[in-house]
């Protein structure tokens, strides 16, 4: 059995990168999601990657800043690493800051880590 | 192998019973954890049941109600359910509510699920 991954480095470089992406290259997202991985965003369920990315690329928001507020992180059981970040989403040419959680469990795969679970909820005031 | 659980019952049940003793039986929760459990609760970290009932029984908000807004539930590759909840806490006495957000990772265990995984963040406005 391989050594439980270091939950705060790994956890912290993937939401890096994934926000990174989200902000600025929503489509290459595709790559962190597999045909198992879930998506609920808003209470909406969406499951592979071709569902999922059709949600993200149909989001309100389209170029945006994220802002994370906090970020924890986890190894779970399954040696996978449970994320949890707080934040804010600025759109852009507004003012107003729209808050989110986030949640993911990343799973090894491939010398890398997958995205198996993905839960956002805007945190309306 | 066993038929995964259903994430959205066994999810619902399991926050209308932790919520209840959170917020009338707090140290009744300690039968939810075990050893191997953590909470990280606002960035602190806490292991085994012992731990994270010390910090649980000395939070700030003693007797309070809470609200849940929202409520997502997703089965985990490793046959455990995610649990996603945002919500306020209404604090005895007090007008104010605080809003949270809180993921749990629950673990079938003995006919039953327990906490593996807990993550607690306010989320300031």
Chains 1, 2 share one sequence.
Request: one cysteine or more.
């Amino acid at each position: 059995m391989a050594a439980p991954a270091d939950a705060e480095a790994v956890g912290s470089a993937f939401i890096t990168y994934y926000y990174q992406l989200f902000e600025a290259n929503r489509p290459a997202l595709a790559t962190l999601y597999q045909d198992a991985s879930m998506l609920t965003f808003e209470g909406q369920k969406f499951m592979g990657t071709q569902a999922i990315m059709g949600k993200l690329s149909l989001l309100q928001f389209g170029a945006c800043k994220i802002h994370l507020s906090s970020k924890d992180f986890q190894p779970s059981v399954s040696g996978g690493i449970l994320v949890f970040v707080t934040g804010n989403i600025q759109l852009e040419n507004e003012a107003a800051l729209l808050k989110f959680s986030q949640v993911f469990h990343l799973m090894p795969f491939s010398n890398s880590f997958v995205v198996t679970n993905d839960m956002f909820r805007l945190n309306y005031a």
